[in-house]
Antibody
């Protein structure tokens, strides 16, 4: 069974940093691109970042470019999101999502809440 | 980036009624890369439709998707109590992937 479990969320002050982790199991992690998608309270879904299976390709939403860094460790089946210079508007539930594909399955973690507030 | 506009924002219907949700793209989207999700409070989104018209694994037949180009539709033929939720469309054929703003289907 595919499982994605996020951790590392919490309360942080504006300008602070936080590192999210996503532990993957139930599939060959190293074969898939991975995404972070976030959802502000009461709002819609916003794609944040994508990393290819071998970390060769990395993309960011304009809203986080220069502040967030995505990475992965295929030996540990783990995905990360280093978030620096956090702002109030970064407050959201952050989901770890396996690559979007034209297949009949989609895998999302349960999400971890990041709150940026003084 | 491709902007997806969903309408209506809220749909108030009774169980047993038909729901028709619209997703309009700012430019043409390949049908292969158009998906619909259902999200309930406190849960992650669940894939309903992929490739614009194919039901995802385990999705009941009352859910159907259609459309092409810039206009896509999700139809729920007869609403069950568990179908009251928020629905999102997504395109991932053009980078960056984008989501629509969502349609909330609420009990009338």
């Amino acid at each position: 069974e595919v499982q994605l479990v996020e951790s590392g969320g919490g309360l942080v002050k504006p300008g602070g940093s936080l590192r999210l982790s996503c532990a993957a199991s139930g599939f060959t992690f190293s074969r898939y691109a991975m995404n972070w998608v976030r959802q502000a309270p009461g709002k819609g879904l916003e794609w944040v970042s994508l990393i290819s299976s071998t970390s060769t390709y990395i993309y960011y939403a304009d809203s986080v470019k220069g502040r967030f860094t995505i990475s992965r460790d295929n030996a540990k089946n783990s995905l990360y999101l280093q978030m620096n210079s956090l702002r109030a508007e970064d407050t959201a539930v952050y989901y770890c999502v396996r690559e979007f594909s034209g297949y009949p399955t989609s895998y999302w973690g349960q999400g971890t809440l990041v709150t940026v507030s003084s | 980036e491709i902007v997806l506009t969903q309408s209506p924002g809220t749909l108030s219907l009774s169980p047993g009624e038909r729901a028709t949700l619209s997703c309009r793209a700012s430019q043409s989207v390949s049908s292969s890369y158009l998906a619909w999700y259902q999200q309930k409070p406190g849960q992650a989104p669940r894939l309903l439709i992929y490739g614009a018209s194919s039901r995802a694994t385990g999705i009941p037949h009352r859910f159907s998707g259609s459309g092409s180009g810039t206009d896509f539709t999700l139809t729920i033929s007869r609403l069950e109590p568990e179908d009251f939720a928020v629905y999102y469309c997504q395109q991932f054929g053009s980078s960056p992937t984008t989501f629509g703003g969502g349609t909330k289907v609420e009990i009338k």
